[in-house]
């Protein structure tokens, strides 16, 4: 006989370990599918914003963040070309915000141990092979285990799909349009000295972005940037660039640890993605997480987006009061896609459009002096960055207001019309970088878009 259960979870790395520990304080009786739970060695998924950590402590789950070396991160430290300020995350009802640096593997090790502990959780090793469907509805799904030859079946009123970056079942239940915006590659470095101690580094390096941030006491993360559809170089060639062109751009304090990692050459690569959310609905299943959304990882908003899900959904299960009827289930479904975009947007926006101002050579650098002015010019976007404000118009109005800035700092002290042509190439850029994002998010209208600049 086939076990029935009310919701059956594909995949149990952050997002549905997360979700099967929120649900574990429900009645609702849950399966959790994952392919593979030995601990895994990831670049991603290690830098959790103060919006996450907030998302995490409405779920009462904020306790899974201690016992395995997680650091605290307080802020974001910005260097360009010799220079670089620090700006601290928000304080708030005398609250300071923190966000979280940690071991990937480790994280999802503690969730998972926490899940398996539930008693209305059971967790399978198996890999999910297929979305069992009856009169078009999903009811369940067919799954190998790894010492098994014949396939088992398990029936649900709910399959939650959030099999993560690569997912296998993205395809039946949305109409992704996906690209690869370029790749990071990853290294750890051992007993770093970070000039700005738990704090988040950026460096606006001359090609991309680089990022460094603790994630245990001995270790700090980097991540080097490389724009493109392209594979980074092999080894030895990308040996010779880490060591070239890399290394001199970072702080000083670092570059001893990172030769030393460079040497090792204990690289990983991950491509770095963006699509939108586009959900199809199909009875009986819904789709969450990195399955559903992805942004550049630059920002570090990939978990808050997650937690976001998790809540979102979690919470409007849990309230269902008659589970029995199945109307309940599609409402919930149809509420979850039409909410969750007021919770992601404005991360999924900030993401793609800074990785985009990072990109230009004018806007990065106005970038760089609108945030060092301090106050609110670099509080307000913080709170943004942290996830602690969700407020698409204060992101809007400090996206155009680094154009601003920068188009006044080329026109200044005396404008010329080979400036004035520069300035309107800045405007232009800008607006082909936040336009298709806001289009993207259901966000704004072209005529919205217009007025918004005329106003501000």
Not at 121 to 143: A, H, M, Q
Not at 225 to 237: A, N, S
Not at 248 to 265: A, I, T
Not at 321 to 335: A, C, I, L, M
Request: aromatic fraction near 8%; include cysteine.
């Amino acid at each position: 006989m086939k076990p029935i259960y009310d919701i059956c979870i594909v995949g149990g790395g952050v997002t549905g370990a997360c979700l099967a520990s929120y649900l574990g304080k429900s009645a609702l009786k849950v399966a959790v599918i994952e392919r593979n739970l030995n601990e895994k060695d990831r670049i991603v998924g290690e830098l959790l914003q103060p919006g996450g950590v907030e998302m995490l402590e409405k779920m009462g789950l904020e306790h899974l963040l201690d016992g395995f070396d997680a650091q605290s991160v307080d802020g974001y430290a910005l260097f360009m070309k010799g220079e670089s300020f620090e700006i601290g995350y928000p304080e708030k009802d005398g609250k300071r915000y923190a966000g979280r640096g940690f071991r990937n593997g480790k994280f999802v090790q503690k969730l998972r141990a926490y899940m398996q502990a539930q008693k209305n959780v059971t967790v399978i090793e198996g890999t999910v092979n297929e979305l069992l469907e009856t009169d078009k509805r999903i009811v369940g799904v067919s799954y190998t285990t790894p010492r098994a030859v014949e396939a088992k079946e398990i029936t649900a009123t709910l399959t939650i799909v959030c099999d993560g970056i690569f997912s296998t079942f993205r395809n039946t239940l949305s109409v992704p349009n996906k690209s690869v915006t370029g790749f990071f590659l990853g290294l750890i470095l051992k007993d770093c000295q970070l000039p700005y101690p738990n704090h988040g580094h950026v460096i606006i390096a001359e090609s991309s972005p680089i990022l460094m941030y603790p994630v245990s006491s001995t270790e700090t993360r980097i991540l080097v940037d490389f724009r493109g559809i392209k594979v980074p170089p092999k080894r030895e060639e990308l040996q010779n660039y880490l060591t070239s062109s890399i290394a001199p751009q970072l702080p000083s304090s670092v570059q001893s640890s990172f030769l030393k990692s460079v040497e090792e050459g204990k690289f990983k690569l991950m491509p770095n993605h963006r699509m939108a959310a586009n959900p199809n609905l199909k009875q009986g299943a819904v789709l969450i997480g990195d399955s559903l959304n992805m942004r550049h990882p630059l920002t570090g908003g990939g978990m808050t987006v997650a937690f976001s899900d998790v809540y979102l959904l979690g919470s409007l299960l849990m309230k269902m009061k008659n589970p029995k009827r199945g109307t309940q289930w599609e409402r919930v479904v149809r509420q979850f896609y039409e909410s969750r975009n007021q919770q992601t947007a404005t991360i999924n926006i900030l993401a793609d459009a800074l990785y985009g101002v990072m990109g230009n050579k004018e806007l990065k650098e106005a970038c760089f002096n609108y945030l060092k002015r301090s106050g609110s010019y670099s509080q307000e976007p913080i709170t943004i960055l942290s996830a602690i404000s969700r407020d698409s118009n204060l992101l809007i109005k400090h996206f155009f207001a680094v154009a601003l800035f920068g188009i006044k700092g080329i026109l200044m002290p005396i404008p010329t019309v080979t400036k004035a042509k520069r300035s309107l190439s800045l405007l232009s850029n800008s607006v082909r970088i936040i336009y298709p994002l806001l289009r993207n998010e259901k966000m704004l209208r072209l005529q919205n878009l217009r007025q918004f600049i005329v106003k501000y």
